[in-house]
Nanobody, 125 residues
Framework: QELLEESGGGLVQAGGSLRLSCAAS????????MGWFRQAPGKEREFVAA????????YYADFVEGRFTISRENAKNTVNLQMNSLNPEDTAVYYC??????????????????WGQGTQVIVSS
């Protein structure tokens, strides 16, 4: 099976930046669409960003507002989420996820079958 491990979370002040990374093992990362989701305390998990298996297209939640960039390094079997201009509303556990490639529903959690354990991001004011 595919194993995903997130890293890069931590505590950052509002306006700061973090780069999250997700390392994948098993089948090469190029075989999968990759996504980032997050879950704040007391709230449901929500979509953040996704990138297609070929890296040609990226998708972002409305709240990203140009602040985040998802990228993949298939040679290293990694996917990254560069987060800039963070605000306290971004505080959440961030999860990396993978799915077989489809041409639709990039924001749908149900199609992502491989999940990491999550990495905590806390943004202080």
């Amino acid at each position: 099976q595919e194993l995903l491990e997130e890293s890069g979370g931590g505590l950052v002040q509002a306006g700061g930046s973090l780069r999250l990374s997700c390392a994948a093992s098993g089948r090469t990362a190029s075989s999968y669409d990759m996504g980032w989701f997050r879950q704040a305390p007391g709230k449901e998990r929500e979509f953040v960003a996704a990138v297609t298996s070929n890296g040609r297209s990226a998708y972002y939640a409305d709240f990203v507002e140009g602040r985040f960039t998802i990228s993949r390094e298939n040679a290293k079997n990694t996917v990254n989420l560069q987060m800039n201009s963070l605000n306290p509303e971004d505080t959440a556990v961030y999860y990396c996820a993978a799915r077989d490639h489809y041409d639709y529903a990039y924001t749908s959690q149900s199609l992502y079958v491989y999940w990491g354990q999550g990495t905590q991001v806390i943004v202080s004011s």
